[in-house]
Each structure stands twice: as C-alpha cells, then as structure tokens.
C-alpha cells in the first residue's frame, strides 16, 4: 500500500486562520519559521487610517487551544477559532481571553 503525505497541522493551521479571517473581512500578518505569530487586525477605515490588532494566535494553539483578543471586533473570529481547534486539532477545551492590547 502506498501512503502519501497529507498537510501536517501547521499548513491546516494556516489554512483555516487564512480561510476564517476571510470569512470575517479580518487581514492576517504571519511571523515567525518554526513559532508562528498570528496577528489579525481590522483594516482602517476614514477615521482611523491605520489597522488595529484585535486577535493573536500562536502555532502552539493547536495543543493548547489559547486564542488571544485585544478588541470585541475579534470576538466572533475567536470564537470560530477556538471551534476549528476543538474539531479539526483535537483541542479538549479552547480557550478565547480577553487582554489588553499590546503596546
């Protein structure tokens, strides 16, 4: 019987963050080789030229289902997030926190 490599967990990691940031109009800024950093922010609009961050995730949330937000314009997202890690990632329980933004 002859096996071929699927996608290993970081590349379906990649996809879905990208995939639910689509779905919620977020923009996704990918750090990091091996530790991947997450970012999703919102776009500015008129009134604040700049994107704001409003979510985090680190690679390691695949086993430990944390999925960070800094403003309730990521909360909907979060949440998605933590529903794909418990489903597709085998996360028991993810967790979505609120904290304060980053400086």
């Not at 071929?4 to 879905?16: I, K, S």
């Not at 995939?19 to 977020?26: A, I, K, P, T, V």
């Not at 996704?28 to 009134?47: I, Q």
Request: aromatic share 6%.
């Amino acid at each position: 019987m002859v096996k071929t490599q699927g996608p290993n967990e970081y590349d379906r990691l990649d996809e879905m963050i990208q995939r639910l940031c689509g779905e919620h109009g977020l923009r996704l800024e990918v750090s990091g080789w091996t530790r991947k950093t997450y970012d999703v922010l919102v776009e500015g609009g008129s009134r604040t030229p700049r994107s704001e961050l409003v979510a985090r995730i680190e690679s390691f949330a695949t086993t430990s289902g944390e999925v960070r937000v800094f403003d309730d314009r990521g909360a909907a997202f979060a949440t998605d997030v933590g529903a794909a890690l418990e489903s597709d990632f085998g996360v028991a329980e993810a967790i979505v926190l609120r904290v304060p933004r980053p400086e």
